[in-house]
């Protein structure tokens, strides 16, 4: 079956820096757009940054713009966001979320990691 395995995830001080991992298996990753959400407590699931299936294309949430960058390999069916200046407001939940291209909306989520930014 079809898997999106997120890792990465742990406790970072403000300030820090953090890379989360999204590898995925059982997929044509090359026909998917690549993209990372997250969920804090209290608060509805949000896009973090996607990335097109040929990575020529980004986007940000106006949120982590300049501190966060998404990137994909897809000799190694994965993409990866690299978190930097973390802020306390960056504690969420990351999910991996990958979108095929053809119109259709057919998706696939990974479990989640969770990130912690406090002293």
């Known amino acids: 079956q079809v898997q999106l395995v997120e890792s990465g995830g742990g406790l970072v001080q403000p300030g820090g820096s953090l890379r989360l991992t999204c590898s995925a298996s059982r997929i044509t990753f090359s026909l998917y757009v690549m993209s990372w959400y997250r969920q804090a407590p209290g608060k509805e699931r949000e896009l973090v940054a996607g990335i097109g299936s040929d990575g020529g294309s980004t986007n940000y949430a106006d949120s982590v713009k300049g501190r966060f960058a998404i990137s994909r390999d897809d000799a190694k069916s994965t993409v990866y966001l690299q978190m930097n200046s973390l802020k306390p407001e960056d504690t969420a939940v990351y999910y991996c979320?990958?979108?095929?291209?053809?119109?259709?909306?057919?998706?696939?989520w990974g479990k989640g990691t969770l990130v912690t930014v406090s002293s």
């Open positions: 979320k990958a979108t095929l291209i053809d119109n259709s909306g057919m998706a696939y």
